[in-house]
């Protein structure tokens, strides 16, 4: 499982752009993929997921380019190879 | 040779002005950069000073900053200092206030959006709820103000360290005796010119409490449209508003050694959020509000803007300080309690607090 983050959030995982995340399996809810991604890394999972485990408005989170949204966002199945982009939506002024 | 430090937090980050002399100010940031910062606490009880900063940004949500080395680095708790235990399926949308304790030099209050009251006991690093507040049957009816639903006022009370008062907008004000353990509303005598009965037992729309220096149990209340003071901490609340040009405002700062003075920055009205006749003003009293006194010298006319509830501050030099900051991005000061005022700093983006200290 590869998760692209942000470059506004790799200063918090030493400049990493991406992270390898193992699943047990073929497929994982994302909800429990980011738990284990951000698990040692809990700077980066509070920003993009407040202390109630729900995705910030303004963060968007794309499983092999389509918005978890619209397709039960946490409670989404992810299989083992997709790739997951965290993206900030098109906000403020 | 001691510095004076001016942290002004704004809709885009942090700066930090700092001075000798309050006349030559040098400007350090952006900090933050993109970056809300509605409160900061500067707290110099121990060497070195600490500044805590809420920082909020619109993607990654909020968290509390702090710093060691006055804005040399920054630290943050990697859990977050502040936030809600998991049978609140509650989240922290803003952190609106950061008032170090006046009896225990580890004890650093904070309060947020939504209204909730916070304690902590390492300097700001971790903080647990308020349950007694949290779980205050009137809760559910207290109400957002245009800015959220937020606690933007911590007094804790200087002679009685289990006695403090908060206020929000809206619910109005709240005292503790025990501690925090439980809240009574504490509005009689303020008007809720908004609600159906104007005189309810809480909902009031306060936007902003000081304490007086040499009477802690004197109060000055500015409220959406009302100027109070209370004599007996809080308990009962007198209009003082005769002698202003208008009643509305979002601040009020109390001189923080001398009794009696204080200072407002009116706005016409609640449906007219500029300055009284569009001149930039603070409105400053020496007999706890029994009369006031335009002060305006080098403030901007014509001015359309407007000073929010957190971005007024007073320093501790003698004679104090008086720092504003502007929704236009501008400070102001005055190193002779508002006697006159000088731009200190300008094209900011918009200020949404200003806090100031002494420091070394």
């Known amino acids: ?93 | 040779m001691t510095q004076t430090l001016v942290a002004i937090g704004t809709r885009k980050g942090l700066w930090l002005a700092r001075t000798n002399d309050r006349n030559i100010w040098s400007l350090d940031g952006p900090h933050f950069l993109m970056r809300e910062v509605p409160s900061i606490g500067i707290d110099t009880r121990r060497e070195p000073p600490r500044l805590l900063v809420g920082v909020r940004s619109e993607h990654w949500g909020p968290t509390i900053m702090r710093s060691d080395d006055l804005g040399q680095s920054w630290d943050e708790t990697p859990e977050g200092a502040i936030h809600f235990p998991e049978d609140t399926g509650a989240a922290v949308e803003r952190v609106w206030q950061i008032t170090p304790d006046v009896h225990d030099d580890d004890v650093v209050w904070a309060s947020t959006e939504p209204q909730a009251l916070w304690r902590s006991e390492d300097r700001g690093e971790t903080s647990s709820l308020v349950r007694g507040l949290w779980d205050h049957p009137h809760r559910p009816e207290w109400g957002a103000g245009f800015g959220g639903a937020a606690i933007h006022t911590i007094l804790p009370d200087p002679t009685a360290p289990a006695e403090m008062l908060v206020a929000m907008s809206t619910g109005g004000v709240y005292r503790t005796g025990d501690g925090g353990d439980s809240w009574s509303a504490s509005n009689t005598g303020i008007k809720a010119p908004h609600q159906p009965d104007p005189w309810p037992e809480f909902g009031q729309c306060v936007h902003k409490v000081a304490r007086d220096s040499a009477k802690p149990a004197r109060l000055y209340a500015q409220n959406h449209h009302g100027v109070y003071r209370s004599d007996d901490n809080g308990g009962t609340w007198t209009s003082i508003a005769d002698g202003l040009p208008t009643d509305f405002g979002f601040t009020v700062v109390a001189h923080p050694s001398r009794g009696g003075t204080l200072w407002l920055i009116p706005v016409t009205a609640d449906s007219e959020r500029v300055p009284p006749d569009g001149q930039l003003q603070v409105q400053r009293s020496s007999d706890a509000g029994a009369s006031w006194v335009t002060c305006s010298a080098g403030l901007p006319a014509p001015s359309y803007t407007c000073v929010l509830r957190d971005a007024a501050a007073a320093d501790t030099n003698e004679p104090t300080g008086i720092y504003f900051g502007t929704r236009n991005g501008e400070v102001y000061a005055s190193g002779d309690e508002g006697e006159s005022f000088a731009r200190i700093v300008e094209q900011l983006p918009d200020v949404l607090c200003v806090r100031a200290a002494v420091i070394g």
């Not at chain 1, 429990?32 to 910030?56: N, S």
């Open chain 1, 1 to 93: 499982m590869q998760i692209i983050l942000p470059a506004v959030l790799r200063e918090l995982a030493d400049g990493a752009g991406e992270l390898v995340v193992p699943i047990d399996g073929e497929a994982a809810l994302l909800r429990t993929i980011m738990d284990a991604a951000f698990v040692a890394r809990p700077l980066i999972g509070a920003r993009i997921r407040d202390e109630t485990g729900d995705l910030r408005r303004h963060v968007n989170v794309f499983v092999d380019g389509q918005d978890v949204r619209r397709l039960g966002g946490l409670d989404l199945v992810v299989g083992s190879g997709a790739v997951i982009h965290i993206l900030p939506s098109i906000a403020g002024g």
